[in-house]
């Protein structure tokens, strides 16, 4: 199918870029079209203008900033996944970009994109919530950050305004005694497609004991979901597989869980509690 007619706009510079969704509030913004274009096949999205910002430079460095990572808005997932800095630091994210899509999709499509796309199955989301991520949001009215926690609003909707693009991502480093990890079962079994159920989990350990930890969700409700209670559970414990065990109990617990194609609310709460055992087992090794 054709998308409908729309006006094309390829800037040259983060300004302009900005100047363009300031002046046209139905444009959208491409960066690697790996989901917009197909959304507007299928006409589910009909922007007048497209703002394409994937020739602007300086938008692709993944920057070591002391206490966190930044990572530009034209990251690709292939360059998210091969990064010694977010393999060291943001497993999780690593691993979960290295997860998404096929190869095509991970050299065009970008980091930055799949978290604004707020797909209600996608990788980068659940890991970005359970490293405690930031978005830093730009327009022409200036720049704002948002946490991951606050940026998941429903499915196909982020806490970005239409003039507002996401320009970078803010993701603290793992220090000593943290760990993280991702973890899903994909549509076509294995860790392929999008995610039927998905894990991601950040844990640190201090002096033998779970001083913190945060678990997230995908594809089991309308959005990424922070699994709040799993977390509650663990902190305290020696990370056991014992303890790790008793806490996925709670993977479900205050999630919205939702049947879909791929499964019922009583298979996609099983998996979650699945998932979660096996990011929290990586993320504590
Ligand atoms: C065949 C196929 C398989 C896939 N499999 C998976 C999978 O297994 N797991 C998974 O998670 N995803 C999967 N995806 C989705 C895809 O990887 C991402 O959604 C996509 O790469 C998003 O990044 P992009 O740069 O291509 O964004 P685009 O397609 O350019 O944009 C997507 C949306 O985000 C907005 N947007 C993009 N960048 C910005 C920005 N910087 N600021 C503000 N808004 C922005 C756009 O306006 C649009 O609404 C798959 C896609 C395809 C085509």
Redesign the pocket.
């Known amino acids: 199918m054709y998308p409908r007619q729309f006006e094309y706009s390829a800037p040259a510079s983060l300004d302009e870029a900005l100047a363009a969704l300031a002046n046209n509030p139905a444009a ?12 507007m096949k299928l006409r589910l ?1 009909s922007p007048a203008v497209v703002v394409d ?1 994937g020739k602007i430079g300086g938008l692709d460095s993944i920057e070591d900033r002391g206490d966190h990572l930044a990572i530009g ?1 034209l990251v690709r ?1 292939v360059a998210t996944a091969n990064s010694p800095l977010v393999q060291q630091y943001a497993a999780a994210l690593a691993k979960a970009a290295s ?4 190869p095509q ?1 991970r050299n ?3 980091t ?3 978290i ?2 707020a ?1 209600l ?5 659940a890991a970005v919530l359970a490293l405690g991520a930031t978005m830093v949001a730009k327009s022409t009215g200036g720049t704002r950050e948002i946490a991951a926690a606050d940026f998941f609003v429903d499915t196909l909707t982020c806490a ?1 305004q239409p003039d ?4 970078e991502l803010l993701v603290p480093k793992a220090g000593a005694g943290e760990g993280s990890a991702y973890t899903k079962l ?1 549509r076509r079994g294995g860790e ?4 039927v159920a998905g894990a991601a989990a950040w844990v640190r350990k201090t002096n033998g004991s779970v001083d913190a930890a945060r678990v997230a969700l995908t594809g089991v409700g309308s959005k990424a979901v922070l699994a709040a209670a799993v977390g509650d559970a663990l902190v305290g414990s020696d990370g056991s597989a014992t303890a790790i065990e008793a806490a996925s109990a709670h993977a479900a617990e205050g999630v919205n869980v939702l049947e879909d194609l791929h499964g019922s609310v009583e298979y996609k709460t099983h998996l979650a509690k699945v998932y979660v055992q096996r990011a929290l087992t990586a993320a504590l090794t």
């Open positions: 959208k913004v491409m960066s690697g079209g790996m989901s917009l274009i197909p959304m999205f910002i808005a997932h997860l998404t899509g096929d999709v065009q499509g970008t930055c994109g799949a604004a796309h797909d199955a996608a990788d980068q989301t970005l507002e693009i996401l320009v994909g392929s497609d999008y995610a």
